[in-house]
């Protein structure tokens, strides 16, 4: 059982408890769970994914790579590990930060990289010259705006099963295992649409 279900488990628990003794007045049983409101639920990509997608990338030692959305750390953590890059990985669930921080460490590579809780279209991702993603179609035309600004020219994007929708085709695509990767490079262009 993680934690949200843990917690809401306890309170429903609690809640069933004290109704039962007549403790607590029935406005203080409704107080609502916090959980984060996640765009996309916790699924990992496999690892040989994961490899092709650096790969895909290239990524290497002068690369700093944001995975957003990066559950338990694994791209963020490979890229570090294999290719030796810097990197960040951004998600709204402190469950899952808490993993990818102790998978860091066990990995060797935490001195490389960074977990922060912080929902991704909060983040700045100007320092990053590869970003990766396994979101969602409507989650990743959402983004795409925020990517055109905000990267530098010629940084990469690379995404597991999703595209950008018809505004932004991929200039390559591979496949792994009956997925897709897509893969994409900032260009004046964008930029320039960005600022119109
Ligand atoms: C499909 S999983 C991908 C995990 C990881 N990138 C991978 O490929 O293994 C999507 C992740 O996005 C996170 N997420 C969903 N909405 C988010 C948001 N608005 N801001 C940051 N993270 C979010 C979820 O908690 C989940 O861990």
């Known amino acids: 059982m993680n934690t949200l279900t843990r917690r ?11 109704a039962g003794a007549g ?16 765009d996309v639920p916790y699924v990992p990509t496999p690892q040989d994914v ?22 338990d750390g694994r791209i963020v953590i490979t890229a ?27 990995a060797g590579v935490a001195s490389r990289v960074n977990f922060e809780v912080a929902d991704l279209f909060e983040t700045d991702v100007s320092a990053a010259s590869v970003v990766t993603l396994y979101l969602l179609p409507n989650v990743n ?25 018809p505004e932004w085709p991929p200039e390559r695509t591979d496949q792994v295992d009956g997925r897709t990767i897509y893969y994409w490079t900032i260009k004046e262009a964008h930029k320039k649409a960005a600022k119109a």
């Open 8 to 18: 809401r488990a306890l309170v429903t628990l609690g809640a069933a408890s004290a």
């Open 23 to 38: 403790l607590l007045p029935l406005n203080l049983l409704a107080q609502p769970v916090t959980a984060p409101a996640l």
């Open 50 to 71: 994961v490899e092709r997608m650096l790969q895909m990338a290239k990524v290497g030692k002068t690369d700093v790579l944001f995975d957003l959305g990066c559950g």
């Open 80 to 106: 570090a590990k294999q290719h030796g890059a810097r990197g960040t990985g951004i998600d709204l669930d402190p469950e899952r930060i808490g993993e990818a921080r102790k998978n860091a460490e066990q």
């Open 141 to 165: 035309t959402r983004l795409r705006p925020r990517l055109w600004k905000q990267l530098k020219v010629g940084s990469r994007v690379v995404s597991h099963a999703f595209d950008m929708g």
